[in-house]
T-cell receptor
Framework: DGGITQSPKYLFRKEGQNVTLSCEQN?????MYWYRQDPGQGLRLIYY???????QKGDIAEGYSVSREKKESFPLTVTSAQKNPTAFYLC??????????????FGPGTRLTVL | AQTVTQSQPEMSVQEAETVTLSCTYD???????LFWYKQPPSRQMILVIR??????QNATENRFSVNFQKAAKSFSLKISDSQLGDTAMYFC?????????????FGTGTRLQVTL
């Protein structure tokens, strides 16, 4: 089955520890994205990558880092510099389907709780 | 920069009735798409409907339809014959394409409860 997988579904870490969230896609999509969702808010863009070995900051990149060594994988590291890391994290990937439509498809998400 | 505003934090509708969720946006772009996403308790983001800004005809998908008013920058979602499975958070989103990627801007969501 083609799709986007995120693991684990739930993640617990102690304050001050870095943690890496996994995102893998087998859709052959060029672009991948990371979003953060807090209660009562919509999704906010953390980082995105258009091609391998290239990525750009989104609206809330501080305290996060990413890598894109393979087309299929776009891991997100939440560093100890992130002030409020507890949140729901969603990964997405996209492909241009027609004209200017570059539709994003979402993974199931990871709930990160920092204790 | 784009902004998306959903002014109804919560709404309730009885099963089989019709409900309309509001969304307004602000942009200086001329070529864009608008989306409604549904997020059920599983938290999976599910695409409900999309609208291309250049198309005057309002999009429809089965029981879901939109009222797209480009000049007013309004994009409301109408759900007809509401079902219990429609209970979810609904997010309005604005999209522009940049290179090989796209940029989505989301509203804060409307929590819809469908009751018996």
């Amino acid at each position: 089955d083609g799709g986007i997988t995120q693991s684990p579904k739930y993640l617990f870490r102690k304050e001050g520890q870095n943690v890496t969230l996994s995102c893998e896609q087998n859709l052959n999509h060029d672009a991948m994205y990371w979003y953060r969702q807090d209660p009562g808010q919509g999704l906010r863009l953390i980082y995105y990558s258009q091609i391998v070995n290239d990525f750009q900051k989104g609206d809330i990149a501080e305290g996060y880092s990413v890598s894109r060594e393979k087309k299929e994988s776009f891991p997100l590291t939440v560093t100890s510099a992130q002030k409020n890391p507890t949140a729901f994290y969603l990964c997405a990937s996209s492909v241009r389907t027609s004209g200017s439509l570059n539709e994003q498809f979402f993974g199931p998400g990871t709930r990160l709780t920092v204790l | 920069a784009q902004t998306v505003t959903q002014s109804q934090p919560e709404m309730s509708v009885q099963e089989a009735e019709t409900v309309t969720l509001s969304c307004t946006y602000d942009t200086s772009e001329s070529n864009y798409y608008l989306f409604w996403y549904k997020q059920p308790p599983s938290r999976q983001m599910i695409l409900v409907i999309r609208q291309e800004a250049y198309k005057q005809q309002n999009a429809t998908e089965n029981r879901f339809s939109v009222n797209f008013q480009k000049a007013a920058k309004s994009f409301s979602l109408k759900i007809s014959d509401s079902q219990l499975g429609d209970t979810a958070m609904y997010f309005c989103a604005f999209m522009i394409t940049t290179g090989t990627a796209s940029k989505l801007t989301f509203g804060t969501g409307t929590r819809l409860q469908v009751t018996l």
